[in-house]
């Protein structure tokens, strides 16, 4: 640990990762277990975490969860950052080229969240937001990977439990591999079926300070209407427009590698 490190707010933080991937609350028992913190150290995070208002109690059944609090964080993050403010002018132009749903996706880890979306604007198909989805199989997730050091990738991909969500998802790492190469020479990413049966996927990074992604630009495709080499030649070219001009070296965005701190591999024998 750093000299700068504070280890009472790196043991809070245990508490508040344990929503990371999980949308449900917790008991003080279940909170102890998971974290390996002293029951004590425990007792007085959650007061405290509590008291801040980051936490709520049930208080029949005992159990914590997150408060809204996250959610205005969330609102402000989007409404300060500067590229989610000028997403939407691009994500409409594109609407209008496509008729298909078009959204940006940021990383955080091994995870993409769709924070701006357009839907369909023929059948007018509607998602909540923020969607999560593990980076490994999207357009998106890929699209950014094309532009990490080659460690960054192995580092995301042992963070990845590698699991089929339908029967064309890749779960081989050097399959996986060899189709960010890909998006690295054509300048785009997809997915064929990986993720929803009938939807392909087309995105491309955008770039910020240094060359690093911050974030990726989408397209959800119907399988309905065009198959994957006809989706390729058509959108692929509009998702590298429209993220080399939604790219600028006045976005930032922290190192990958400091996001990896303190995660676990996955056991990819076990994901499967």
Known sequence: MSVLQLGTLEKAYK??????????????????????????????????????????????????????????????????????????RHLESLARQTTESVGVAIMDNAHVFYLSRIPNLVSHD??????????????????????LSDEDVDRLLALSPLRRLTAQTLVDPDEIRRRIAAAGDEGFAWQDGEVLEREIGVAAAILGDGDIPVAAVSISIDKANYDLPRAKEVFGPMVRAAAQDMSSPALSASSFSSGFAGRKPVQADAAR
């Open 15 to 88: 508490i508040l990762d344990l929503y990371y991937e999980n949308a449900e609350s917790f008991t003080f028992s279940e909170i102890v277990e998971k974290t390996g913190l002293e029951k004590g150290s425990v007792q007085r995070l959650l007061f405290t975490l509590q008291n801040l208002g980051l936490l709520r109690r049930h208080q029949r059944y005992k159990r914590y969860s997150l408060s809204p609090r996250f959610v205005s964080y969330a609102v402000s993050f989007i409404q300060a950052d500067p590229l989610m403010t000028k997403a939407t």
């Open 126 to 147: 509607f998602a909540l937001l923020p969607i999560r989805r593990h980076a490994y199989c999207t357009a998106a997730g890929r699209a950014m990977m094309a532009h």
